[in-house]
């Protein structure tokens, strides 16, 4: 078979067709029920969720205050990728989101290639939410005085590994009490789950029951899932706004300095957290089979979902950082914790009642794109054809939703919440980078059908050699000793709870020894607890490096060097040289500018996860490679046509 065939192209004009032929005598075809409000609002449910409820901690604590500005950015990165799937909804009004785009734009391997990325993106999305919704669940239940068992609440990963993170801590001399609650509850439950041989029974049950429920939900059918959205959508919406009504009475501005502690690379690091509080809105494209119009309401609902929701998280986010201080917003619940912490116990527990249907609402949105990108995957014969059968009485993907079910269910027992929230942004954000490269290809192409919706053309010619300039002036002079640490691969200095964690029982007697005899402070009197001591250097740049230059350890688990500390620098290397590519690109073909700065922004926050997310990602790739030339490639109804 040709190399050429793996780049075979569906036309716009025979999608349409088939479409068109499907409507007419009933097959395969799902029913139209979607409005713009409705779009929208499934919008607003898949992005107003574990973002605002759940992540917005984890991303508060890292950068502060400024944490808005993430936010700013993550949300004009969406909306430029907006913009391209808009225009591509509007051309190609099917089921199948990015992976029809694809199809259209580059061929087959490269649509078979995002449509195994966007499996990533709901079914890890799905686990991440499930997750969070348990969460929130269990605290519920804690505060009406049901009290379920740690190791039924909690996934098999976080529970072994806070036990062994607790187990080090504490043989640093921190005492259990002192220890985070979060690696509390992990030893907990580690030590008081049932043993089966060696094998402990962790696994989070309720995370279960709800994608159970969903899943069952969504089988039954579009209208009633519309519905159940649209009220789980108005419920949070007045949440949100009486926590911002409430919150904004509690605000202390104090609390917003410093702004920015952590200064840019703290704000950065909440990048997958605050970038999954936006990805919902490329759901909304995987349901344009079943819209009225979908033309014309698909690129109007994406829009509003977006600026609706970067209000309402800005809002959220400064509110929050008001109320207390970032430091101690590290928690998976940081609404409920914040209104708790001030003794505004009525109000933690409403939240606690409107997360638990917030996260369902997402939930929901998720379970149901997933269905429709293998329905889109099976009826081009890249997947066996059962995932293409519609129920002929409730209208729905009936056997890809049973199997979305099963596939999201059963990781949700062990995975953790770190882990499947990094994989999910970045198989998001890889299939919004082709999204957007997917318009730039077509965009001087004459032969296409043009929808009623384009992204309005602004010519990037000059516009992105002047914006690399303004980037190298900016690195060089402003950023100059980051810059050159980057580029010089410059040693990195561990902090104090990664060195005490990775240490022996002979290492942490000897670190012990070291540090009492250079204590000035007497810390020792009061504490015997190792990463205490440490971490009280941490605040003097100069002081800690001098004291981490003294540990009688090795330097490998003092700093970070070498290769070790360059594989991490590897996605930024990709992106720096693909700018230059893309930036000549530019010049050349007066490419239009925002689906390019949305291929840029997206492919930035791509390099700002960590290599370790690339990794996977590119074994979960190979993985679908090996079944797109063992089944997809000879089953392909392009194959049919052009044998």
Request: aromatic residues 12%; hydrophobic residues 50%; contains cysteine.
């Amino acid at each position: 078979m040709a190399f050429s065939s793996l780049f075979r192209k569906k036309t716009v004009q025979d999608i349409l067709k088939q479409v068109e032929k499907n409507n007419a005598d009933g097959h395969n075809a799902l029913g139209k029920h979607l409005t713009a409000r409705d779009l929208t609002a499934f919008g607003i449910a898949a992005i107003v969720g574990a973002g605002i409820f759940s992540t917005i901690g984890k991303a508060s604590f890292d950068g502060g205050p400024a944490v808005i500005f993430l936010f700013l950015f993550t949300a004009i990165a969406c909306s430029f990728a907006a913009f391209a799937y808009a225009e591509f909804a509007s051309m190609v009004p099917v089921s199948g989101s990015a992976y029809t785009y694809s199809y259209v734009a580059f061929g087959e391997i490269i649509a078979w290639i995002i449509g195994w990325a966007l499996i990533m993106e709901y079914s890890v999305g799905n686990i991440t939410v499930a997750i969070s919704w348990s969460d929130y669940f269990t605290g519920l239940l804690e505060s009406g005085g049901i009290h379920l068992p740690q190791w039924v609440q909690m996934d098999y990963l976080t529970a072994s590994n806070g036990y062994n993170d607790a187990t080090a801590l504490m043989q640093g001399g921190k005492s259990f009490d002192n220890l985070s609650l979060a690696l509390q509850a992990a030893h907990n439950a580690w030590t008081t789950s049932p043993v089966i041989s060696s094998f402990h029974f962790v696994a989070d049950l309720p995370a279960l029951l709800i994608i159970i429920l969903i899943t069952a939900l969504i089988y039954r059918g579009m209208k009633e899932s519309r519905n159940a959205s649209n009220i789980m959508v108005v419920v949070k919406l007045c949440i949100v706004l009486l926590v911002i009504a409430v919150g904004v009475f509690y605000v202390d501005t104090a609390n917003w300095d410093p702004f920015a502690p952590n200064g840019i690379t703290g704000v950065l690091k909440g990048v997958s957290a605050v970038f999954f509080a936006y990805i919902g809105f490329d759901a909304i494209s995987t349901t344009a089979e079943e819209c009225k119009d979908p033309q014309r309401d698909l690129p109007k609902g994406m829009m509003w979902a977006i600026i609706i929701c970067t209000i309402l998280y800005i809002a959220i986010a400064l509110v929050l950082t008001g109320m207390v201080s970032y430091n101690v917003l590290n928690v998976g619940d940081p609404l409920a914790f914040v209104f708790e912490k001030l003794d505004l116990k009525w109000m933690s527990g409403i939240i606690a009642v409107s997360a638990v249907i917030a996260m369902a609402s997402v939930l929901l949105v998720f379970q149901m794109g997933q269905p429709r990108i293998w329905m889109s995957m099976s009826r081009d014969g890249l997947l066996p054809k059962r995932f293409s059968k519609v129920h002929p009485k409730y209208k729905t993907p009936s056997y890809a939703t049973i199997v979305t079910g099963f596939v999201v269910a059963i990781p949700a027992l062990f995975l953790n919440l770190t882990m499947v929230t990094d994989l999910c942004s970045i198989g998001t954000l890889f299939a919004f980078v082709l999204v957007c490269a997917g318009v730039l290809v077509l965009q001087n192409k004459k032969d296409i059908p043009r929808g009623k919706f384009k992204t309005p053309y602004v010519n990037s010619k000059f516009i992105m050699p002047v914006l690399m300039i303004i980037g190298l002036v900016f690195a060089f002079v402003y950023n100059k000793k980051a810059t050159m640490d980057f580029i010089t691969n410059e040693i990195q200095i561990n902090n104090s709870a990664d060195i005490i964690t990775s240490l022996d029982k002979e290492e942490t007697q000897k670190v012990y020894d070291y540090l009492v005899g250079i204590d000035t402070k007497n810390s020792t009197t009061e504490t015997p607890d190792l990463e205490h001591l440490l971490s009280q250097y941490q605040q003097d740049d100069a002081k800690y490096a001098s004291v981490i230059a003294g540990l009688p350890i090795a330097d490998t688990i003092k700093y970070e060097s070498g290769f070790d500390l360059f594989k991490h620098k590897i996605p930024m290397w990709i992106f720096l040289i693909v700018l230059v590519g893309l930036t000549v690109w530019s010049f050349k073909e007066n490419l239009s500018l925002i689906p390019l700065l949305g291929l840029i922004c997206c492919l930035y926050l791509m390099a700002e996860l960590s290599v370790w997310n690339w990794i996977y990602f590119g074994i979960w790739l190979l993985i679908g490679l090996v079944i797109y030339f063992s089944f997809s490639r000879n089953n392909s109804k392009l194959n049919f046509k052009e044998v």
